[in-house]
């Protein structure tokens, strides 16, 4: 046998690229993120509006998606207790987030298997909650959910799920994620606005005449200015809750809030898509558009009013120094803008993101910055290019728990808070 001879330096150089190769091996684990963005185009394209109906499917079962946020194409009995239903777009091509929310009850308590399948090519994504009173929900019980292992078998994402329900004459909703509409959001805004420091007001309206809501946080004379936008995308309910936690943050009545209401000037769009929240859209808006690929076009009047209120801004001399634009994805990730390029104020998205997460025990953000000649076709690429403010996508996984999003929420409020005054 012949043995190799290795010296300190040669051993010391063999453990430090071993180091980097499991070091490099453990960054590789963390999810990509979205493919670069393509342009796109954003006229108004026809959209399908669903039949809203309650189906009787026979057996005293009955289904309904008479209400705001509801999606449901079509329901059938396809077993002795089970019921599919069917989900599809409001028109495509569209991204898979196949969003639903409907009622179930019947006339006597029964037990069935509820199966929700979806358009062919479409695989599902949100695992389903459920509530009896349409305010507090809880996820269905892994037990009794089970999703398409055929497909997951052959290293496709799974086309279905099913999970046992136990139903009666006491209505039961059943969603893709919490159901918070824009009538939801608009009383949120009210009792936001009851704070001394906050106004309420309104910067437009949606295609179909819904009110763009506005909150102003802070001191009115001040110049620098942050803009905060959320449910560009109507299923993206976590990243709504993260932006409610920022948002309430920034609003407090302790010294640091107060302090930098002082300094700095707080604008928030909180529902930037109501028709398509409303209407139970996977996507798009009531022209049957991605909002947040209409930031260079401007064809839409909810884009379009924003960047009339920000130009607004600018014009009478004041400054955006931050913005940052709530979104859902699969997994936590930041979308930010590339280092080569500087804004207002460089380096402060990076801070922000370190700070927060040296807050969190055991946190590794997962960081994924633009290429420097993006597309500036959505809020986060548009608005640093158009007004410099340093500009963040913040996303929020479907699945992450909800006390780690109202803390994430808090914390990214609180560091940026500190941080500008620090400035």
Known sequence: MTYISINKSTRFLLLLA???LLACGKRDTKWKGQEPLQKVDTHTRPIQYQLKKTYNIGDGIHLSNEFDGARINGVAMTGENQVTVLITPENTPINSSPWYAFKIWSDRP??????ITYNEGVSHRYYPKISAD?????????ADYSIDSISVSRGESPKFCTFDLSIGTDTLWVAAQELILSSDIAQWSKKIAE????TLSDIGSSKEGRTLELLEIGNPDKKKLIMVLSRQHPPEVTGWLAMKAFVERICSTDSLAEAFR???LTFVVP???PDGVDHGHWRHSAAGIDLNRDWEAFNQPETQAIRKFMQGKVLKGNQFIFAVDFHSTFEDIYYTISPELKGNMPGLVPAVIEA???DIPDYDPNIRPNEPDAVRINSTVSIFHAFHAEALTYEVGDNTPRDLIKTKGELTAENLMEILLQK
């Open 18 to 20: 071993l180091v980097s």
């Open 110 to 115: 029964k037990n069935i298997e509820l199966k």
């Open 134 to 142: 349409q305010q507090n929900w809880t996820r269905v019980d892994s």
């Open 195 to 198: 704070y001394s420091s906050v």
């Open 262 to 264: 002082q300094e700095y």
């Open 271 to 273: 529902c930037v898509n």
């Open 356 to 358: 927060t997460a040296s």
